[in-house]
């Protein structure tokens, strides 16, 4: 009974920053790969950011260098650090973790950029 929590999505004005989080709980301890994804209106899901469990990170191209992506083991936690906010990254944000072959997924927090 994996289940994964994101907080912290809200409206936003352009250039701003924002941090996400998503908390897990259940039999999730050590997830080889943990990370966020996003899903805009009339777009399919596609991946923000990863990071493995020897803290190895990932980007995509269109979030590198404004969004950072850590973990807290100890915690159960992924945070999404992002600053620079654009129209383009609003976006239902979705937690993911990748453990023992299978894959978790959160409810999603909701992110609008706009003034």
């Known amino acids: 009974q994996v289940q994964l929590v994101e907080t912290g999505g809200r409206l936003v004005q352009p250039g701003g920053p924002l941090r996400l989080s998503c908390v897990g709980s259940?039999?999730?301890?050590?997830?080889?790969?943990m990370g966020w994804y996003r899903q805009a209106p009339g777009k399919e899901r596609e991946l923000v950011a990863h990071i493995t469990s020897d803290h190895g990170t990932i980007y995509a191209d269109s979030v590198k260098g404004r969004f950072t992506i850590s973990r807290d083991n100890a915690k159960n936690t992924v945070y999404l650090q992002m600053s620079s906010l654009k129209p383009e990254d609003t976006a239902v944000y979705y937690c993911?973790?990748?453990?023992?072959?299978?894959?978790?997924w959160g409810q999603g927090t909701q992110v609008t950029v706009s003034s």
């Open positions: 259940g039999s999730i301890f050590s997830p080889n790969v």
């Open positions: 993911n973790i990748q453990l023992l072959g299978r894959s978790y």
